[in-house]
């Protein structure tokens, strides 16, 4: 891989920022797939203002390197950035930003999918959701997190 | 000594984020056991049928490890990340 940039970060991701510096990568792809995932509010009856996420600092950029290296091995990708939050982020904010890059949109696309699958229940995050009515509570693992990581494994 | 961190729920669940603790060496094992026997919330929170990985040396583990002297052990819950 020519390029891997992996960054937690505890301000707003400045998005028009990673785009620019995507495209200024020197490669000679044709492809370059870019997830943003964002703060949902309206999964209850009680809207989420902000979730709080915390995290294992160095470990966590570890694993995500190493789940960055798997997907490598995988799929010819010339290029990945992993930007991820923590701390208090509002919701519509981006929480995760994956930017995945090679001379095909296949590879680009399932190395993308690949890494949101694998850092959804390697990556040591937790999520707290904080509600308008003042509480406040740990978001619990998921099965279908779980379910779409083993498809990767089958 | 040995730093243990406990992280998201669990933190919550034992009442701290951060312990250092006397150590004569030992195993994942043997730490899991000596914070068991603590009683409530550690035998609770750190029961065998719960889910929990743990890093030692900012290493997460896959099976037993042995942690030394001036060892960082995480105790990780299930992530929600992304």
């Avoid at chain 1, 870019?34 to 294992?56: A, C, N, S």
């Avoid at chain 1, 509002?90 to 890494?115: D, G, L």
Wanted: proline share 4%; charged share 20%.
């Amino acid at each position: 891989m020519q390029h891997c940039l992996i960054e937690i970060h505890a301000d707003e991701l400045d998005l028009a920022h990673w785009h620019k510096r995507a495209s200024e990568l020197e490669t000679d792809d044709g492809a370059q797939v870019v997830f943003t995932g964002m703060v949902r509010g309206g999964d209850y009856d009680v809207p989420v203002t902000h979730l709080f996420i915390e995290h294992y600092p160095s470990v966590t950029e570890n694993e995500i390197q190493k789940i960055v290296q798997a997907a490598a091995a995988q799929w010819p990708i010339s290029s990945c950035i992993v930007l991820h939050r923590v701390g208090k982020i509002h919701t519509a904010q981006p929480i995760v930003w994956v930017m995945t890059q090679s001379r095909h949109r296949a590879a680009a696309y399932a190395a993308n999918e690949f890494i949101m699958d694998y850092l959804k229940v390697a990556a040591p995050f937790w999520k707290k959701e904080c509600f308008a009515d003042g509480t406040e509570r740990w978001v619990a693992a998921k099965n279908s997190d779980r379910d779409k990581y083993r498809q990767w494994l089958s | 000594m040995i730093t243990i961190k406990y992280f998201g729920p669990l933190a919550d669940e034992v009442g701290t984020s951060i312990e250092t603790l006397a150590w004569q060496g030992g195993s994942t094992d043997d730490l899991l056991d000596l914070l068991r026997s603590r009683g409530a919330p550690w035998s609770s929170a750190l029961a065998p049928d719960k889910i929990y990985k743990l890093a030692v040396n900012q290493q997460i583990c896959h099976g037993v490890a042995q942690i030394d002297d001036q060892t960082e052990v995480g105790i990780l819950p299930p992530v929600t990340g992304g």
